[in-house]
């Protein structure tokens, strides 16, 4: 088997082959053709490269790479994606391949930079003369399969936790305030999700420093363009959640392998003084999801945070894998990083 190595721009003519190979594996959400596809047209400048190893129709490895600087190639990488454009079945190790794949890149790549691999999606390898590995972020999951149900799941969860959010219940329903879990499937209901989610967001902090969704930036574009996508093969959920006819909350989710991944989350800052709308909804979204049973797990993404660790105990470490073409420029790259070398992963992921 070999590597062939085409532009980017020309993805929709292999989709079938990365569907394919998308089914053979894990099939994360967010390696499925759809959301690549979505990145690709929203983000995507045009210097990226699509690559898969194979002989003919039998492939065992895709990926999308682009040029970082000079000699060095990393996985495309939106801030929207929450892991690196790699898939791969079968066992020979992630490094192995990425190292052979450079010689195929073009001029002469000295380094590929896998960035944000889920060791659930690729198993991390073991460090060698040419490949090396760094840890990440910690993300988090919570598994329903086998836990029981949703009220021995919720029973485990902290005490302060449980007490809190039944008092705001129970506050709630004492001043008459009404509560509504609406999820939203359909296609045709997925443009004006995105406009209610960036408004939300648009609301808080966000906003100050830029980096809110709008309906009408990359952002919102991508993200209105993808859950369409997904939509319509019954692949998106949007929860959107109100407090007394008012919009609290919101997660933006796609669903596929097993799993369903919160993507976005956004909440009423106002409302967090007497409130916790984003934490309410996420038990009565817990509860649901449970007792359908469609899914083997939830899966957050994004670094481990507090309100995290109050859900879920399951935690794993993603990781950025570098392969080098020479074993003197692994040595040589890990002697800058001692040295405080500027390199940083995304551009050229430290090993």
Not at 73 to 83: D, G, I, K, R, Y
Not at 138 to 146: F, P, Q, S, V, W
Request: charged share 25%.
């Amino acid at each position: 088997m070999s590597w062939s190595v085409v532009p980017a721009a020309e993805f929709a003519a292999h989709a079938g082959r990365w569907r394919a190979l998308h089914a053979a594996g894990p099939a994360s959400p967010l390696l499925a053709a759809d959301f690549v596809e979505a990145l690709l047209a929203v983000f995507g400048t045009g210097k990226e490269v699509l690559a898969w190893h194979g002989r003919g129709s039998d492939t065992d490895a895709m990926t999308i790479l682009t040029p970082s600087r000079r000699g060095i190639w990393t996985t495309f990488q939106p801030s929207q994606a929450p892991v690196g454009l790699w898939l791969q079945r079968g066992a020979e190790p992630p490094g192995s391949l990425a190292r052979d794949l450079l010689r195929k890149l073009p001029g002469l790549a000295l380094m590929a930079g896998l960035t944000q691999c889920d060791p659930m999606l690729v198993a991390r390898p073991a460090d060698s003369a040419t490949v090396r590995t760094i840890d990440y972020i910690r993300t988090a999951r919570i598994t329903m399969k086998g836990a029981g149900g949703f009220e021995a799941f919720w029973e485990a969860r902290g005490k302060n936790l449980r007490n809190n959010l039944k008092k705001q219940r129970n506050r709630l329903r004492q001043d008459g305030v009404e509560t509504q879990l609406e999820i939203l499937r359909a296609p045709h209901e997925m443009a004006q999700a995105v406009a209610d989610y960036g408004r939300l967001e648009g609301s808080g902090w966000k906003a100050a420093g830029g980096t809110a969704v709008e309906a009408a930036n990359e952002q919102g574009r991508f993200y209105r363009l993808m859950l369409e996508a997904f939509a319509a093969r019954g692949a998106a959920s949007v929860y959107r959640y109100r407090v007394g006819g008012q919009l609290a909350a919101m997660d933006l989710c796609v669903e596929g392998g097993g799993c369903i991944v919160v993507l976005k989350t956004a909440y009423d800052e106002s409302m967090a003084r007497q409130l916790s709308p984003a934490l309410l909804m996420r038990e009565e979204a817990c509860r649901q999801l449970f007792e359908e049973a469609r899914f083997e797990r939830i899966e957050f993404y994004g670094r481990v945070m507090e309100w995290h660790l109050r859900w879920t105990d399951e935690v794993r470490t993603m990781y950025h894998l570098n392969a080098y073409r020479w074993p003197g420029l692994a040595r040589l790259h890990a002697r800058a990083r001692s040295g405080g070398d500027s390199i940083q992963p995304g551009s050229a992921p430290a090993a």
